[in-house]
């Protein structure tokens, strides 16, 4: 090998010698070694900077070199890089060669050495390196200022996914430091003895101002670290083209994909360059670029589009011909023309670019969700006009054209809307009607839908009721009802009636729809049956009538038919007989009430069927109010017969009844049962739902029971809440009752017969006394002609008689109060003393004896006392008589009501002594226990009214007894 190489680089010199020698003879070649080299750090880059010079070339002399270059870390025997650089080397010519190490240059000691080589193409020889430069060193921490913790690099950019090297220098002898990325901890590796070295692998990107990266010492907590900024993958642009509209430009347009710049560094850019005319753009956008036409109507174009940023270039191309680019302008001056209910024409115009170019333009109408499409070829005005339109319709016409020889793209859309005009509407309104029987008439709710856009052509302004009497035709009546609208109530007689109702919009009325109500519209008793909902709806079917229907109604409503609802109806055709209701508007534990109506041929209606159901059936939401009866000692009854289930979100199945004790036992009816508050109890289940009453025996006297009632429906059962408290009691209080309540009852009856009778009790025992204005007496009386009629005025009256009663000093007269009989056994006779005039003596006056039938019931031989009294003598033992008249009315004037129980001795006044005597205790005292000699009459059983003083004497004992009317006088007995 030796000799190969040592003949190779004789070869070589020799070579060098003849073409420099001008075909001289070969001299010793000279040696090609790189001399001046010199290495520099650039630290924002990373890399070593590296320039030399070959001094063996001579003046003009230029030589293709090969330069093989190794570097080496830490010592020179580490080679980690070996490069070939090729390049021409001219006289006294410096070269330049840049390395780009991973690790930053501040992390170690670098090596640098090189040697070259001739290489001229074409001309094969062997060739031989030359000497190797001595090395040279590059160490960056000399420049490293005090601290103790380094990091490097102090700012990176990378792409996402690359790997980036990273270390730090520690000046600490025990090295203990920790590094994080993004809060991350980051091992590493030991490079020197104050040297660590981290690798992060497939760098993602984090956010445009960076990811951050530090380490700190443990001990010291010296921190130091730098922001890695990280670029996304610059995209090669998509959808490349360029387009005209006037020839004179090109709009070139692209999809740039995603951003690679950063806040801090923008280096994403893009060229537009054209290969037949040399021409090159830097674009200010990056997404479009203008692009002027040449003068010289150049048709061809090749463009290419450098997309190019720190790390990546991207590329694409696109060659065309100008004219096949061509884009028109907006169509311009578009408008509606011939407006009617179902028709329109629009115009337009094309801006023209180009002599004889022809367009296709498209135009399109839009409206009630229908799109309806038309091209035209035009050369500059456009027309089109559009047919079977709908009334009173908003639409919208657009317009846009193309190249029609060689297409390219579709102008912008330019457009108008317009509305068509209203028409009459198509279609009757859909009627339904409720009706409610009063008496001896109906109300009649009507319901109608409204009108679809397309079947009212036009807004809806009312609707018209023409109610008809089909018995009196006179009789119709017509109601114009308001928009929006959609019923109204109506009240008819004992008739039948038909009724048409109308839909009327701006442009004209409806078809009728038609109802007829007969005389008699009660709607026939018809078993409600339950329907079951599956996952379409309700699933309906009936039989049909053996009557001709032309029509079939189902309406439904959300709450029983006797209150006011939401009410849906659907109308079906003469030969269905089932149908499946299915609406979003179905609420879970609402139950629905459906009715099947036939309609006749004379448009009246009548109930085939009636159906309810749920949707979905929940959970009772409410117990029932539990009354408790027949409460014993060993049992009770439960009732809650006034619980409705109509009410309820689902039909009730049955009822469970919970008691509950504290010896938690429960009898064989009854299934032990944790309930909810984790308490034990009792369960009794009723599954039937009618049955609401129930009867609990075989209790404990003297216990307490707790008791719920609880609904279930097949969705499961209610909430339990509050139990109530029951407290058996004695078993012989039972006895106790029956004793009782008879006695109460008894002493009720007694109470409720005395309360009757208490009217008969006083009337029999304590009679009112009479009012004295009633009395006949006033008839016999003689008034003054100057006083008023008043019997009580003493003044105003005349005395008939005066009844005398004298009493010695030192005894009483005894009354009621004493009832002991006097010594005396004769009958005290009354007697009589003329104080007023009579007819014997001068100036004297007849008595008057008064008559009372009032108080003459008890007396059975009354008539006797009606007389007039005769002519009376006064005995010689009385006092001087007569007395004045007007003296005799002065102790008139007095209080002559004094007590009569006693009256004190030797004192003389008047007493006023009723009519009626009837004989009390006190007064059979006074009376004889046999009577002398028959009488006419008992002489004590009526009294004169009339006032006496009680100072007169007695009249005489020989006086006759026979006259009636007079009051007992006492007699003075002097022994």
């Known amino acids: 090998m030796a000799p190969l190489a040592a003949l190779q680089a004789t070869f070589l010199l020799a070579l060098v010698s003849l073409r420099t020698g001008g075909g001289k003879a070969l001299s010793e070649p000279s040696p090609l070694t790189p001399e001046s080299l010199k290495v520099s750090i650039d630290s924002s880059q990373q890399s070593l900077l590296l320039q030399w010079s070959v001094h063996s070339l001579t003046h003009h002399q230029e030589l293709k070199m090969v330069f093989q270059i190794e570097i080496s870390r830490m010592t020179t025997s580490n080679v980690i890089w070996v490069e070939n650089y090729s390049t021409t080397v001219e006289w006294k010519q410096v070269l330049h060669w840049r390395w780009v190490s991973e690790l930053p240059l501040e992390c170690a000691t670098h090596f640098v050495r090189l040697r070259g080589k001739v290489e001229e193409a074409g001309i094969p020889r062997p060739s031989s390196w030359g000497n190797w430069s001595s ?36 000046r600490s002898h025990d090295n203990n430091v920790s ?3 993004e809060g991350v901890r980051i ?6 003895p104050n040297v660590s070295v981290l690798t992060l692998g497939n760098v993602p990107f984090v956010r445009n101002t960076g990811t951050n990266f530090f380490c700190k010492m443990n001990q010291t907590r010296d921190i130091d670290g730098f922001v890695l900024f990280v670029f996304k993958v610059l995209e090669e642009p998509k959808g490349f083209s360029c387009e005209t509209q006037d020839f004179k430009t090109l709009n070139c347009t692209w999809e740039p994909g995603t951003d690679t710049d950063l806040p801090k560094y923008r280096s994403q850019s893009y060229t537009l360059s054209e290969a037949f005319s040399g021409e090159k753009k830097s674009c200010e956008h990056k997404n479009w670029c203008v692009w002027q036409v040449a003068a010289d109507s150049q048709e061809m174009y090749n463009f290419t589009l450098v997309a190019e940023n720190s790390f990546r270039k991207r590329s694409v191309n696109a060659l065309f011909d100008l004219v096949h680019r061509v884009r028109p302008m907006t169509p311009l001056t578009m408008r509606l023309k011939s407006i009617s209910a179902t028709s329109a024409t629009v115009t337009w115009k094309v801006r023209s670019i180009r002599h004889n170019l022809m367009y296709l333009c498209q135009v399109e109408l839009h409206g009630e969700g229908k799109v309806m499409q038309h091209n035209v070829s035009v050369e500059e005005d456009g027309q089109h006009s559009f047919g079977a339109l709908e009334p ?7 317009v846009r054209c193309a190249a029609a020889e060689h297409f390219w793209k579709w102008s912008e859309w330019t457009g108008r809307n317009f509305s068509t005009l209203p028409a009459a509407p198509s279609e009757a309104p859909d009627v339904w009607r409720d009706v409610k029987p009063a008496l001896g008439s109906c109300n009649v709710t009507l319901f109608w839908k409204p009108l679809s856009k397309s079947q009212a052509r036009g807004e809806i302004l009312f609707h018209n009721v023409l109610v008809e009497n089909l018995h009196r035709p006179s009789g119709s009546q017509l109601f114009s009802i308001p928009a929006p609208a959609s019923g109204t109530e109506v009240a008819l007689d004992g008739c039948s009636h038909r009724i048409l109702v109308t839909a009327n919009n701006s442009a004209g009325t409806s078809p009728a729809a038609v109802i007829v109500i007969s005389g008699d519209p009660v709607d026939k008793e018809v078993e409600e049956e339950r329907v079951e909902h599956t996952e379409p709806g309700f699933s309906l079917s009936w039989k049909p009538p053996p009557e001709d229907v032309i029509d079939y109604v189902v309406d439904w409503c959300d709450r029983p038919w006797d209150t006011p609802c939401g009410l849906q109806w659907r109308h079906l055709g003469p030969n269905s007989t089932s149908t499946v209701i299915s609406s979003g508007a179905f609420k879970p534990g609402v139950r629905y009430h459906f009715r099947i109506y036939g309609i006749s041929p004379e448009r009246m209606a009548y109930l085939l069927e009636r159906k309810t159901g749920y949707s979905q059936e929940k959970a009772p939401s409410d117990a029932p109010q539990v009354l408790v009866y027949n409460l014993t000692s060993h049992a ?18 049955g009822y469970y009844v ?32 009618e049955q609401k009453m129930l009867v609990v025996g075989n209790l404990q006297p003297e216990s307490s029971y707790e008791f719920s009632v609880i609904p279930y429906t097949r969705a499961g059962e209610g909430q339990i809440g509050a139990f109530t408290k029951v407290t058996m009691p004695d078993e012989h209080s039972h006895v106790l009752i029956r004793i009782m309540i008879p006695m109460t009852a008894c002493l009720l009856l007694i109470v409720i017969l005395c309360y009757l009778k208490s009217q008969w009790v006083k009337e029999m025992c304590y ?17 003054k002609e100057t006083a008023p009629l008043t019997i009580m005025n003493v003044n105003d009256c005349v005395p008939d008689a005066l009844e005398v009663v004298k009493k010695p000093e030192g005894s009483k007269i005894q009354f009621s109060g004493a009832r002991k009989r ?4 004769a009958c005290t006779r009354p007697e009589y003393i003329y104080l007023l005039p009579t007819e014997n003596s001068p100036g004297s006056s007849g008595f008057i004896c008064f008559e009372n039938l009032t108080y003459n019931q008890a007396a059975p031989n009354s008539g006797s006392c009606a007389h007039v009294l005769g002519p009376h003598k006064a005995p010689p033992s009385q006092l001087g008589l007569p007395t004045p008249p007007e003296n005799l009315l002065k102790p008139l004037e007095q209080n002559y009501m004094n007590t009569l129980a006693e009256i004190p001795p030797g004192e003389t006044t008047l007493n006023y002594v009723s009519q009626l005597a009837f004989p009390v205790s006190g007064d059979k005292d006074l009376l004889p226990a046999k009577p002398p000699e028959p009488e006419p009459a008992l002489c004590c059983e009526y009294r004169m009214q009339m006032a006496v003083p009680l100072g007169l004497a007695s009249p005489s004992p020989n006086e006759s007894s026979n006259c009636s009317p007079t009051a007992l006088l006492e007699q003075d007995h002097h022994g």
């Open 822 to 825: 006097p010594p005396e056994t």
């Open 767 to 783: 009679s009112d006394i009479p009012d004295p204005r009633e009395s006949r007496v006033l008839s016999f009386l003689k008034l």
């Open 179 to 181: 590094c994080y990325l």
């Open 636 to 653: 009770f009854t439960l009732s809650w017969k006034d619980y409705s289930t109509d009410s309820q979100p689902g039909f009730i199945c």
């Open 135 to 170: 090395w040279e060193e590059v160490d960056a921490q000399e420049s490293l200022g005090p601290g103790s913790l380094f990091v490097f690099p102090e700012e990176k950019l990378v792409e996402e996914g690359s790997n980036v090297t990273i270390c730090y220098i520690s």
């Open 658 to 689: 919970y008691l509950r004790s504290k010896a938690e036992q429960c009898h064989p009816e009854f299934q032990k049962t944790v309930l909810p508050d984790g308490s034990v109890g009792c369960r009794y289940e009723i599954n039937n739902p």
């Open 187 to 192: 091992h590493g590796e030991q490079l020197g």
């Open 392 to 398: 009173a319709t908003e639409y919208v016409a657009r």
